[in-house]
């Protein structure tokens, strides 16, 4: 079970201040919390891919870059690479670049963000969103997996001998994530290729997310890559902590009333009952993050998010003090417990590397 934070870098003014930080400043706090995951003892940093203000991170891969100089344990990945207004051609080439300045220590999340105006910006049409989601994949798959690509689709020009470069570090393309709220053509696609699916419940009812992530494993296992219980299934969620789940509450309420992505609809009390966001002491955030468990089933990956809302980075490293010394050791003690040996752990480089060798060895045995 990987544990990890992700990060939508929005520019978000302090409601308490009324300071709105700089991009620049927005920019270093992010490394600052990346680092500081690290250090906590979380497993993943995730960073999204935005276009256009309030936010800040547009190329996701450079900050990555960065933080792998930085940091020298923690996976980095993205929180949505955006799979239809991006060239897979740049995909490949540049996650398979983080690989190797990484050292391995990267995966993606494929989406199709939230951003309506971001298709005609990069050249494409917000109708075709499925279809671009799915022609750009199959593409970005050949490149990583093929040397030498032919290929001709709808959407780009046709390649002819084409060979992205560099190649992927050990011969093993990033592991992906495909991430959706609302679509089910792209959790059937991440079942069809036996990659993960990421479910970011952190607006919705559980039972919204619950429906595309029983499709996804009933659709994994009708392609067989086994059971529906061995699913790749990642998850998102929101959390703010302090010892007195009373003082979360006051501290966090001016935050959550004013922050325009919670759109000043729903009362705290409301949105907390009603998604998985969390306010209140660490027992509590322990108590409900368990539970997933007991709804969505046996999972992969829990990634939070924590730095939004116009929250000052000193409370945001905090926040991860108290996540990584207090609620995660037992959630992992807690989600460990039971579970099915057949299950399968959330895919690293290294157990990617490590399959691909047994199957090189299986096929050298098996010719004749």
Do not use: C
């Not at 699913?231 to 501290?251: C, H, Y």
Request: glycine share 8%; hydrophobic share 40%; net charge negative.
């Amino acid at each position: 079970m990987q544990f990890g934070i992700f990060t939508v870098g929005d520019l978000t003014a302090n409601p308490t201040t009324g300071h709105t930080p700089t991009e620049h400043e927005r920019i270093t706090a992010m490394v600052a919390i990346a680092q500081k995951a690290e250090e906590v003892g979380l497993d993943v940093f995730a960073a999204g891919e935005h276009h256009n203000p309030p936010f800040v991170p547009s190329s996701p891969t450079t900050l990555l870059g960065y933080i792998a100089a930085k940091t020298e344990r923690i996976i980095l990945s993205t929180a949505t690479t955006l799979i239809t207004t991006n060239d897979p051609v740049k995909i490949a080439e540049d996650f398979a670049m983080l690989q190797h300045l990484s050292g391995g220590r990267v995966d993606l999340m494929l989406g199709r963000g939230n951003t309506g105006p971001v298709y005609p910006w990069f050249g494409q049409d917000l109708r075709q969103g499925i279809p671009l989601a799915l022609e750009n994949y199959a593409l970005l798959r050949r490149l990583w997996r093929e040397d030498v690509v032919d290929w001709e689709g709808q959407f780009r020009t046709p390649l002819r001998g084409f060979q992205s470069t560099p190649r992927p570090l050990d011969g093993v393309p990033p592991f992906v994530w495909h991430a959706s709220i609302r679509s089910p053509e792209i959790a059937e696609q991440a079942a069809f290729y036996g990659d993960g699916f990421f479910a970011n419940n952190i607006f919705w009812p559980k039972e919204h997310y619950l429906k595309l992530i029983s499709l996804y494993r009933a659709r994994f296992e009708h392609y067989g890559h086994g059971g529906a219980d061995q699913a790749i299934v990642g998850l998102g969620g929101q959390v703010f902590m302090r010892t007195s789940s009373q003082d979360a509450v006051d501290e966090f309420r001016p935050y959550f009333d004013n922050a325009p992505v919670y759109g000043h609809g729903p009362s705290l009390e409301d949105f907390t009952e009603q998604t998985p966001l969390t306010v209140g002491s660490p027992q509590q955030i322990i108590d409900r993050y368990a539970g997933m468990r007991d709804y969505f089933g046996d999972y992969q990956r829990q990634l939070f998010l924590m730095d939004h809302a116009g929250l000052p980075l000193k409370t945001v490293l905090e926040q991860l003090d108290i996540l990584g010394g207090e609620v995660v050791p037992v959630l992992r003690r807690e989600l460990a417990a039971n579970r099915p040996a057949h299950v399968p752990p959330a895919p690293t480089h290294d157990s990617l590397r490590a399959d691909a060798e047994t199957s090189r060895l299986a096929a050298s045995v098996a010719r004749p």
